[in-house]
């Protein structure tokens, strides 16, 4: 069973950045497509981004597409979601997830997620 540790959020100002981190262990990690969903106070959780497991192929919500880049470290199983020009609607706890099949983590259909790391933008 793979298991997903994140790490790298914050409170910032509007305009400024981070990067999340989302590290994969256990069972077949590297073969895994990982995947950044949020989910703002009130609203359902929504795909962010999404890296293949070469790190290959990516997919972007439309609303980040411009300013947040994900990246994977194939030796360390670790996919980075930097974010730049942060915006106040960024504001939501950002979670990671994995899964074998490309379009069930981009559909948010994964059983494997990780616990959550809350970014709050400020304006």
């Known amino acids: 069973q793979v298991q997903l540790i994140e790490s790298g959020g914050g409170f910032v100002e509007a305009g400024e950045s981070l990067r999340l981190s989302c590290t994969a262990s256990?069972?077949?990690?590297?073969?895994?497509?990982l995947g950044w969903f949020r989910q703002a106070p009130g609203k359902e959780r929504e795909f962010v981004a999404a890296?293949?497991?070469?790190?290959?192929?990516?997919q972007y919500a439309a609303a980040v597409k411009e300013r947040f880049t994900i990246s994977r470290d194939s030796a360390t199983n670790t996919a980075f979601l930097q974010m730049n020009g942060l915006k106040p609607e960024d504001t939501a706890v950002y979670y990671c997830s994995a899964g074998i099949v490309w379009g069930t983590v981009v559909q948010g259909k994964s059983n494997t997620w990780g616990q959550g790391t809350q970014v709050t933008v400020s304006s």
């Open positions: 890296i293949y497991k070469d790190g290959g192929r990516t």
């Open positions: 256990g069972g077949a990690a590297a073969h895994y497509t």
